[in-house]
Nanobody, 120 residues
Framework: QVQLVESGGGLVQPGGSLRLSCAVS????????VGWYRQAPGKQRELVAS??????TNYADSVKGRFTISRDNARTVSLQMNSLKPEDTAVYYC???????????????WGQGTQVTVSS
């Protein structure tokens, strides 16, 4: 049973930094793309950053130059968030696309979400 565990959210002042981590537990063959999404109150969930199996990255315009997505190891993907702004306040979710076994269809999993609040 694959599960995602997110960590690293919290309260930070504007201009501060946080590092979110998404750890994948359970058995699987390989991870393909991983994305970090966020959802603020009253708004739709939006893609913040993604990383492909080949480590190509993509960022929303609003976070370019401030956020960095990376693969820490075969089971963990992190999102380093610097120069945080109040508008970055949201629940952040990781989405992992993986192959559970060789020749199996790709599956998508979501984390439980972690709250990030940027406020003075």
């Amino acid at each position: 049973q694959v599960q995602l565990v997110e960590s690293g959210g919290g309260l930070v002042q504007p201009g501060g930094s946080l590092r979110l981590s998404c750890a994948v537990s359970g058995r699987f063959f390989s991870i393909s793309a991983v994305g970090w999404y966020r959802q603020a109150p009253g708004k739709q969930r939006e893609l913040v950053a993604s990383i492909s199996s080949g480590s190509s990255t993509n960022y929303a315009d609003s976070v370019k130059g401030r956020f960095t997505i990376s693969r820490d190891n075969a089971r963990t993907v992190s999102l380093q968030m610097n120069s945080l702004k109040p508008e970055d306040t949201a629940v952040y979710y990781c989405n992992v696309n993986l192959y559970p076994a060789i020749a199996a269809a790709r599956e998508s999993y979501w984390g439980q979400g972690t709250q990030v609040t940027v406020s003075s």
